[in-house]
């Protein structure tokens, strides 16, 4: 019913830039929190940044000052802005989103598909 589908990811030199979307769409009231997590081979799945309730954002200490989160409300998109790229920023970035899909509904979480960042010279 809820889908979040992400996009933008890709091969980056070190240094460079790069700017994922997450869309969310389906059956949704009202978005509590959404943002993006990231794992990496044979790592567990961090956060990374994300809007939490309230429109208050949370970012990790290892991408402070490098990254950005920002959102489209009326579109139900966050997007994720990271520059000065690092080869450590390599790993599969997921979309999640704290929802509720109708008025009085509890919320639920969703996650997309993964897009795969690649840090590389």
């Known amino acids: 019913q809820v889908q979040l589908v992400e996009s933008g990811g890709g091969l980056v030199q070190p240094g460079g830039s790069l700017r994922l979307s997450c869309v969310a769409s389906g059956s949704i009231f009202a978005i509590n929190a959404m943002g993006w997590y990231r794992q990496a081979p044979g790592e567990q799945r961090e956060l990374v940044a994300v809007f939490t309730s309230g429109s208050n954002t949370k970012l990790a200490d290892s991408v402070q000052g490098r990254f950005a989160i920002s959102r489209d409300n009326a579109k139900n998109t966050v997007y994720l802005h990271m520059n000065s790229l690092k080869p450590e920023d390599t790993a599969v970035y997921y979309c999640?989103?704290?929802?509720?899909?109708?008025?009085?509904?509890?919320?639920?979480?969703?996650w997309g598909q993964g897009t795969q960042v690649t840090v590389s010279s």
């Open positions: 999640s989103a704290q929802l509720r899909r109708s008025y009085g509904d509890y919320l639920q979480s969703y």
